[in-house]
């Protein structure tokens, strides 16, 4: 059985469907189309949709049993993969799945066509030995490497494919650590703001316009350095207004994570952190909100000493929030922040505040229903109690597909958190694959 599903990972990854590269989109389609093939060998009704963004990958939409009276759960993964070549330091070709020493290698085996695969053969084997007791969905998309561009929009197009979904399951993410299976609850959101500021009408020389006018980076430097404070603190008034008190409950949640610090202080290359608690490192990074600073667009930022006085910079700046942190409103919080001080500077020069982007955290209850079954059936299979986790990033179609089916979400790790997954040497112990697999059984199983 274990080769028959490592055969079809190794299918997946022989076809690059790297979405960030136009030129690899005939291997996206054909891995659309092989995955429709095997879904519909199971009795899947499968469509494939295009993308209403021209040029982005399709979405792949299935549908399995129709029994009102059974729980219908939605899978979502993605098939397409980040860029990978054997030049940037391979040990072995990323498109032909290797295997060794009981871990697979290739681009993909664990983000995201190894939890693909171990979803569809729980299915399966579900389905051979007489046991699929709830209705299952899926949709797998190929553009998630690409920050899932036209993913909603065609989504809610085609959102009356499904029937009424109960739950859904995440499947494209890791295990914290290398032992501890886990369970994710919870992402940041986002609001991506920048900061323009136009002076003269073109970038001039300092030779020229040095001590004649007021420069606008001197402006923005000001600006940006009234945001945050160095203990990590953010000084945008309101801002941690709505953030949700910590509770009994989910301080417990911090008690079974593995971690070690000193093994990410190395990968950091830093001795000191802002803090050096784990839990208090853990929670400021998954359940306190932030502030950075990225970038200042229009600077001088080669090498060398050019003089030039640029005639307009715009300085950006991201916050990742947490619930119930509303994205739109920090944006504004932001914009009366920015022009309350630069009221304060009393510059001739032009203010602009810009909101880039903006995207919505996800906070999953770990007491609903999925969670439960989740818990129950990695004690089963790993006899090792999961630890519930969250992150600082952000993936915001989680909320998405909450809203727009109205129900609630989990995420499911199925590889190890040293599988490398946008790296050299993407791995994915086979142990993980086929425990993957087995614990989407029992959680089918289980509802
Ligand atoms: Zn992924």
Redesign the pocket.
């Known amino acids: 059985m274990t080769k028959e599903i490592i055969d079809y990972l190794s299918e997946l990854i022989a076809l690059p469907s790297i979405s960030a590269f136009n030129t690899n989109r005939s291997f996206s389609i054909q891995t659309a189309n092989k995955i429709s093939e095997k879904l519909r060998l199971i009795g899947a009704e499968v469509k494939i949709v295009d993308n209403v963004i021209p040029g982005k990958n399709p979405i792949i939409l299935a549908k399995l049993g129709d029994d009102p009276t059974k729980k219908t759960i939605l899978f979502y ?2 098939y397409d993969v980040q860029p990978a070549a054997k030049e940037d330091g391979w040990d072995y070709d990323p498109f032909d799945l290797k295997e060794l020493d009981g871990y697979v290698y290739g681009r993909g085996v664990s ?2 066509k190894g939890p693909l695969v171990a979803t569809y053969f729980a299915v399966k084997e579900l389905i051979d030995e007489g046991k699929l007791n709830v209705n299952v969905c899926f949709v797998y998309e190929g553009e ?2 690409s920050s899932s561009g036209g993913f909603e929009d065609t989504l809610e197009m085609h959102k009356d494919f499904y029937n009424d979904i109960d739950g859904i399951m995440i499947l ?2 890791s295990w914290f650590g290398e032992e501890t299976p886990s369970m994710d609850y919870g992402f940041r959101g986002v609001t991506y703001m920048g900061i323009q500021i136009q002076g003269p009408n073109k970038d001039q020389h300092s030779g020229l316009v040095g001590g004649v006018i007021r420069e606008p980076m001197e402006d923005l430097i000001y600006l940006m350095s009234k945001l945050k404070q160095f203990d990590g603190k953010v000084l945008i008034n309101g801002f941690y207004d709505k953030v949700l008190p910590l509770t009994d409950e989910e301080k417990e949640l911090y008690s079974n994570i593995e971690f070690d610090l000193e093994e990410f202080k190395k990968y950091l290359g830093r001795n000191t952190l802002l803090s050096e608690d784990t839990t208090t490192m853990l929670m400021n990074n998954w359940r306190n909100p932030t502030l950075s600073l990225h970038g200042i667009q229009g600077a001088f930022s080669e090498d060398g000493s050019k003089t030039v006085v640029p005639g307009k910079v715009i300085g950006k700046v991201s916050m990742r929030l947490v619930p119930n942190q509303d994205p739109k409103e920090i944006a504004q919080l932001f914009i009366d922040h920015i022009t309350n001080e630069f009221n304060k500077i009393n510059s001739p020069n032009k203010l602009d505040i810009l909101t880039i982007g903006t995207g919505d955290w996800w906070y999953g209850d770990v007491n609903n229903f999925l969670f439960s079954a989740g818990k129950e059936a990695i004690n089963e299979y790993w006899q090792i109690e999961p630890a519930f986790t969250r992150s600082g990033g952000s993936i915001p179609i989680i909320p998405f597909m909450e809203k727009l089916f109205d129900a609630p979400a989990m995420g499911l790790g199925i590889g190890q958190s040293t599988d490398g ?1 946008h790296s050299q040497n993407e791995r994915l112990r086979i142990k993980n694959l086929i425990g993957g697999k087995e614990v989407i059984k029992k959680i089918l199983s289980k509802l």
Request: charged letters at 55%; hydrophobic letters at 10%.
């Open positions: 993964s993605h983000d995201d998630e490497e494209d993410t997954a």
